[in-house]
């Protein structure tokens, strides 16, 4: 099984595509396996299960946890995969991760305001279908959308990121505790998109001790933001932790960068998919004629 995606957003966090849509995209890209990971949020999962069913996409359930880490108060992301929903101490978790965003949009746009582009919050806002998930990919799809930047890469490296006028920066949840919820609700952690991530070796190779210490058990391998250099180098990082090795594209919004949802690059022979010890929690609908 190589067309598996197991990183995706819709309109329940920072994706353009409803849950539905997101759906009919993999099943038109004939992907084996998905699972939705939205940012710190469950509500999407419901409508893409059922769609995912119908259309007979094999999904697993998913979420993506917004982490601030190390003395350099890092912004890392852990996924859960194959999680339950349902599940009290998770809910309860994203809910306190989800605290807070609209005043963090609030101070965003008077940043921008101080630079002269006006309206900023109603604007990120008409994109954002989920207003307590407001984050920094519906301003920068504002900024687009409004004439005020040709593109949404342009819009982070001018005016999203460290030391720029719209960045602010936020507490988002402790590493340990976003592996927590992930593993009390049944599901397998992952470090999301190792690559990006502003570290040295040094670095990384605490995040990953403390990550596997709290219960964390994969890494993201193959993925949009790896080219093949990072995609190899994780895949030793995972073999030499003992980690399994997750595929997914983060896909957010047709023609936005990035990889298409569905296939990455396969994972090298050395990996252990993290979707092998989760087949009992796939969801599967067989078609019969
Ligand atoms: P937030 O959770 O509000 O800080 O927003 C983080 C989101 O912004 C990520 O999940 C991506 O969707 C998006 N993002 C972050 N950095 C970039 C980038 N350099 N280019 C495009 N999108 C980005
Ligand atoms: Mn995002
Ligand atoms: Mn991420
Ligand atoms: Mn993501």
Same mark, same amino acid.
């Given at each position: 099984?190589?067309?598996? *995606?197991?990183?995706? +957003? ?33 509500? %999407? ?40 929903? *349902? ?6 978790? =994203? ?33 954002? %279908?989920?207003?307590?998930? &407001?984050?920094?990919?519906? @301003? ?15 819009? @982070? ?35 999301? +998109? ?31 933001? +790896?080219?093949? *250099? ?5 895949? =030793?990082?995972?073999?030499? @932790?003992?980690? =399994? ?24 022979? &050395?990996?252990?998919?993290?979707? &092998? ?13």
């Amino acid at each position: 099984m190589t067309n598996v *995606d197991l990183h995706l +957003h819709s309109t329940a966090s920072d994706g353009a595509l409803s849950p539905s849509e997101l759906m009919q995209r993999a099943a038109e890209r004939e992907a084996e396996l998905v699972a939705l990971t939205d940012h710190d949020c469950l509500r %999407g999962l419901e409508e893409a299960r059922a769609a995912a069913f119908v259309l007979g996409v094999p999904f697993l359930n998913g979420v993506e946890v917004s982490v601030t880490w190390g003395t350099k108060q890092q912004s890392v992301h852990i996924v859960g995969l194959g999680i339950d929903p *349902d599940s009290t101490s998770l809910s309860q978790g =994203l809910a306190s991760v989800r605290q807070g965003r609209i005043d963090r949009a609030r101070e965003m746009a008077a940043g921008l305001a101080r630079i002269g582009i006006e309206g900023a919050f109603d604007g990120a806002m008409a994109w954002c %279908g989920n207003p307590e998930m &407001i984050g920094r990919a519906h @301003f920068a799809r504002f900024l687009v959308g409004s004439g005020h930047v040709k593109d949404v890469r342009t819009v @982070f490296r001018k005016y999203l990121t460290p030391g720029k006028p719209g960045y602010v920066p936020h507490q988002w949840a402790v590493l340990a505790d976003a592996v927590g919820w992930i593993r009390e609700a049944g599901g397998v952690a992952v470090i999301a +998109h190792p690559g990006r991530y502003d570290l040295g070796r040094t670095l990384m190779e605490r995040l990953i001790t403390e990550f596997k210490d709290a219960g964390g058990e994969a890494i993201e391998v193959a993925c949009g933001s +790896h080219g093949l *250099d990072d995609m190899h180098k994780f895949a =030793l990082l995972a073999q030499r @932790f003992d980690l =399994l090795s997750s595929a997914g594209s983060d896909y957010h919004a047709p023609g936005e960068g990035g990889r298409d949802l569905g296939r990455t690059d396969d994972l090298p022979p &050395i990996c252990r998919p993290v979707w &092998i010890p989760l087949a009992d929690r796939i969801l599967t609908h067989q078609q019969t004629n």
